[in-house]
């Protein structure tokens, strides 16, 4: 069972801008108002298998929960040289995002703010991302197209297109 201790993320967070830039302020919470660690909730995979992803601002790592032993999805943004409409951005990412509840859609369930990172705690998927998986479809001289998975070579049939429409078109 997750808990909500970030109801008030949005509230009072004030940041002195410097032009386009926020000058961050060691001890400023800029977003998260929870003062729980993240290393006293989640068991973060700092190695280099525990990268799931990297962005501009961000790493995407393994993150395993202390009490249940489940794993997800932890997002870790630097929020330092983060202009104003950047952090403007995220708010509003962190705010979709927790209003959502749809299975095709990742979960976010918990946020942590400290030393200068936001912590996003999300739903993991393994799966990759659909952008990876339609780089991997290969068209023969046929027409048919084919997909590589662990398994090996699989024919991407209408059927199996239709699935994945549907799948997002329930997310939208």
């Known amino acids: ?23 961050y302020k060691p001890g400023v919470r800029l977003i998260a108002q929870r003062v ?10 700092l190695g280099d298998s525990g990268v799931l992803g990297v962005g ?11 009490l249940s032993g489940l794993r997800y ?3 870790a943004i630097s929020l330092r040289g983060m202009t104003a409409q950047t952090l403007v951005r995220l708010r509003r990412e ?3 995002l927790r209003s959502l509840s749809n299975p095709n859609i990742i979960r976010l369930f918990e946020i942590f703010e400290e030393g200068g990172h936001l912590y996003m705690v999300m739903e993991m998927c393994t799966g990759g991302e659909l952008w990876h998986f339609l780089q991997r479809v290969e ?8 997909f590589m998975t662990e398994r090996g070579r699989v024919r ?11 799948q997002i078109l329930d997310a939208a």
């Open 139 to 146: 068209i023969h001289p046929n027409g048919d197209k084919y």
């Open 94 to 96: 962190i705010q979709v």
């Open 156 to 166: 991407l049939d209408e059927r199996r297109v239709a699935v994945i429409v549907r």
């Open 36 to 45: 729980t660690k993240l290393n006293d909730v989640y068991d973060v995979d």
């Open 73 to 75: 999805a932890v997002k």
């Open 1 to 23: 069972t997750h808990h909500n201790h970030t109801a008030g993320w949005n509230r009072g967070h004030h940041a002195a801008h410097h032009g386009n830039y926020l000058l």
């Open 56 to 66: 501009t601002f961000s790493t995407v790592r393994v993150g395993t929960h202390r």
